[in-house]
């Protein structure tokens, strides 16, 4: 049946490991990875519990399909209330962890209470133990991973861990395994340093069996690759390019939002590109990007592996940072680059390399600069608070700030609060660039006016991964809409919301849905699990998972005041390209949004959506 059948509960504060055998009843009825933890998440914590008290649990959670052959089988989530944002949140990660878990024998993990010192959770197949960390405490993720090898004298371990800027309270701390895949949102690793857990070291020999029909499996999973070969998509452009193929796409059409969302195109783009990537440097004569990298199982390989060149002023005399790691995807290069006016690729790659070493969301990390230098341009922050000089553009302030945010000094202390705080803090919550507390993804909504609704209902905050109406309003994947219209956005957000939490939990790449619909995910999970899983059966799992995420947010204390964007993208009309004089649309899409949910005015869902629902 794909499941491995049960799941491990550890108890921090008491220091046990128990096994348990896997709710198969929710496991028909949420699938696995996002959905199933959910349930479980939502059924054992008070919605109104502080983020990060020992009250609140954290799950790693993986899907049926992870660790079977299905094609880009390796994912797994990290299930908590999020301390960033104080509502539900689910970060999704690709690498080998996720595999190795399941491989191992389990569904998923729960962790409750809170250790009295610093610990790891050591995981040989059936046997599980917490070990001492407080040898690794302090270290950052790149040091971890290997002291944990080195300690099991085992280089196959797998580790899920955090580094320093979690330790230091950083509210976007994010979880890293294999040294650059990231479960990056919503603060997950900031909650899972409040309960003094370090990592999650892994070995897994069992494989994963029990497959329902492994002849029809094995069809369905062939058939599928190929689907993924020959499109466009996930077989030519993002195997070269990776996400990185839409930083000039995006800033011709008007949407690439720039200078905290001052401007909707970059003048700097094309230097921080995935072109740009590939063209030699003048210094040295070698690109930016050294190869492409899949995670387990997969065939699309959109990883990107850089290296720095070795004379840039960020590296210089510092060996550590000379080796080929982690490179910049679209969202990072985004953040970091035109979010700030910063066109440096190398420090851009620099600052990426920080996040992934210290472990800490580069969206977050560097749409909060942006509101600091747009502070720092008004008088409002002086170079005396900040320690540098911060216009738009400096890419010494954005390194800078890196540096002091993954070990939460300095100012660094402040940023890693998140725009949300900060700018409230200094008297203009209108800089804040977020919904529910986190900052927008790389699309602006005054160019691509679905992804304004998606980002306003988004159960996570702000989120590109919840609803990618970017697929159809600007790449024509299933249909193709028009970006800067508002008709027929609400039905478009939500077949977007329920489908994706469909991959979310399978246990497969969101990003196979740039050839996948779910009728090609069906055949895989019926073959792998049940014959229950049929095409109608999904989109209805779909859309339960949706609403159960909805209704903890609203016993949490949110609501349809919630569901909104920040004024300047209401307000202030994009300035140039195809979107001038435009804003985002919300107050035409939302009424109807809710009544497509079957929700009230108030965003709360209705007795009889319930019922339908099973929720």
């Known amino acids: 049946m794909a499941w491995a059948g049960k799941i491990l509960r550890v108890d921090l504060g008491k220091g046990t490991c128990t ?22 998440f939502t059924e054992e914590v ?17 899907g049926p399909l992870t660790g079977t052959m299905a094609s880009t089988g390796g994912r797994y989530s990290v299930i908590t209330k999020g301390a960033l944002t104080g509502a539900v949140a689910c970060s999704n990660s690709g690498g080998y962890w996720g595999a190795e878990l399941k491989m ?16 790891y959770l050591y995981i040989e197949n059936d046997n599980a133990k917490l070990l001492d960390a407080d040898w690794l405490w302090g270290k950052s993720v790149w040091d971890t991973e290997p002291a944990i090898k080195a300690k099991h004298q085992d280089p196959q371990i797998r580790v899920s861990c955090i580094g320093r800027a979690a330790e ?14 990231a479960a990056g949102r919503s603060g997950v690793g900031t909650v899972m340093g409040s309960k003094n857990l370090k990592a999650i070291a892994v070995r897994g020999t069992k494989g994963v069996g029990n497959i329902r029909d492994p002849k029809g499996f094995m069809k369905a999973t062939t058939e599928a690759k190929k689907v993924l070969a020959d499109n466009a998509v996930t077989g030519q452009g993002l195997p070269k390019f990776g996400t990185q193929v839409l930083m000039n796409v995006i800033n011709e059409i008007g949407a690439l939002p ?15 590109s995935a072109e740009a990537m590939h063209q030699p440097r003048k210094t040295d004569g070698k690109p930016t990007l050294v190869t492409n990298q899949a995670c387990f199982g997969c065939t699309i390989a959109c990883g990107r592996i850089s290296k720095i060149d070795e004379t840039h002023y960020t590296v210089q005399n510092r060996p ?43 969206i977050s990390f560097g749409a909060t600069v942006g509101a600091v230098m747009e502070l720092y341009e008004m008088g409002v922050l002086k170079k005396e608070q900040l320690g540098i000089e911060a216009l738009f553009g400096s890419a010494k302030a954005l390194t800078y700030f890196a540096e002091l945010t993954a070990k939460g000094e300095g100012f660094g202390k402040e940023i890693g609060l998140g725009s949300k705080r900060l700018t409230a803090k200094y008297g203009h919550p209108d800089l804040s660039m977020s919904v529910k507390g986190q900052e927008f993804p790389a699309y602006d909504s005054r160019g691509i006016q679905g992804m304004g609704l998606a980002y306003a209902t988004s159960n996570r905050g702000a989120c590109h991964l919840r609803g990618y109406t970017v697929a159809s309003e600007v790449l024509g994947i299933p249909v193709k809409t028009d970006p ?28 196979t849905s740039f050839a996948w619909t779910l009728a090609n995910v069906q055949p895989q999970l019926a073959t792998a699990c049940t014959d229950e899983f049929t095409l109608e059966e999904l989109n209805l799992i779909g859309e339960r998972i949706w609403n159960m995420e909805r209704d903890f947010n609203n016993r949490a204390g949110f609501s349809s005041e919630d569901d909104t964007l920040p004024k300047r993208l209401l307000t202030e009309p994009a300035k140039t390209g195809p979107a001038k004089g435009l804003t985002n649309g919300l107050d035409k899409m939302l009424p109807e949004y809710y009544q497509l949910r079957g929700w009230d005015e108030k965003g709360h869902l209705k007795p009889e959506t319930r019922a339908r629902l099973g929720l």
Request: aromatic share 12%.
């Open 19 to 40: 096994s348990e055998p896997l709710n198969m009843k929710w496991a028909r009825d949420y699938i696995g990875q996002r959905g199933l933890a959910t349930k479980y």
């Open 46 to 62: 008070d919605p109104k519990v502080d983020p990060l008290s020992p009250q609140n649990k954290i799950i790693w959670a993986t």
């Open 104 to 119: 191992a024998g389990w569904d998923m993990i729960v962790f409750e209470g809170k250790s009295p010192k610093p610990v």
């Open 168 to 181: 230091a309270g950083c509210l976007y701390a994010a979880v890293i395994n294999d040294l650059h895949r």
């Open 258 to 272: 720039t200078r905290n969302h001052r401007d909707v195109q970059f003048e700097g783009a094309k230097d921080i």
């Open 320 to 362: 550590e940072y000379w080796g080929a790691s982690g490179g910049l995807e679209y969202e990072a290069a985004w953040a970091l680059g035109a979010a700030n006016g910063v066109k440096d690729l190398e420090a851009l790659t620099y600052a990426n390399f920080v996040c992934n070493e210290d472990g800490f969301d580069p």
């Open 484 to 511: 800067l219209v508002t008709e027929g956005k609400a039905g478009l957000v939500k077949a977007f919301q329920d489908a994706t939490a469909v991959f979310d939990s399978a246990g497969v790449c969101l990003f």
